[in-house]
């Protein structure tokens, strides 16, 4: 009889209690962020903000710390950067900075591919990721597809509902049947101007 126990557990076992729950879910946001958003935009604060960004991604790059913790992603096929959430920024901004950074991508002839929420409970908290995926438009029966920067990835992501770190990392293809992809540099320089 235990070897029939044991079978059955194995082909169907018991669900595991610290296994993590996890819901995905389309990111939509509501009338009410999008007007706050909007004026966001129309504020003097977002030039200061992206100039700091920007300033604090150069610092680390020459190995300096600037006004913001940053990681710096930095290989052949991709590169990036994380943000550390700081409460100078407010939660609010950084979450508007997120969608900011999306729509600044999409300006740049991107269209968005996906755009979702996952939540997971890790045990002794719970993490948000917000995130936006955009591929470059490229025209149908050309000879080489053109990547433009590569993909691009952005997360945002919260601990327990307060924010942690955004996420930018681009991916490109290193493939003969794609152009080379345009200066990451020249993609931030792009990002972190005020439309």
């Known amino acids: 009889m235990a070897f029939l126990d044991d079978l059955l557990k194995q082909l169907f076992p018991e669900p595991n209690q610290n296994e993590a729950v996890q819901v ?47 990681h710096l992603f930095q290989s052949a096929p991709a ?17 508007f900075l997120f969608d900011y ?14 755009t979702d929420r996952h939540i997971r409970d890790r045990g002794t908290y719970v993490q ?20 433009r920067y590569g993909n691009i990835l952005l997360e945002h992501v919260l601990i327990d509902q307060q924010p942690s770190y955004l996420k930018l990392l681009v991916n490109v293809y290193s493939d003969h049947l794609f152009t080379e992809a345009l200066s990451f540099d020249d993609l931030l320089s792009k990002l972190f101007r005020v439309s």
């Open 24 to 70: 995905k879910e389309e990111l939509k946001r509501n009338e009410r962020y999008l007007q706050h958003y909007k004026v966001w935009k129309e504020s003097s604060y977002l030039a200061d903000l992206l100039r700091a960004v920007e300033v604090s991604y150069h610092s680390k790059k020459n190995r300096k710390e600037g006004m913001y913790h940053m």
């Open 128 to 147: 948000t990721t917000e995130k936006h995926y955009l591929k470059p438009n490229s025209p149908l029966h050309q000879k080489l597809n053109n990547q």
């Open 101 to 114: 950074l999306r729509d600044q991508v999409l300006q740049l002839d991107y269209r968005l591919q996906n």
């Open 79 to 95: 590169n990036g950067f994380a943000l550390s959430y700081h409460p100078a920024i407010g939660a609010r901004s950084f979450q």
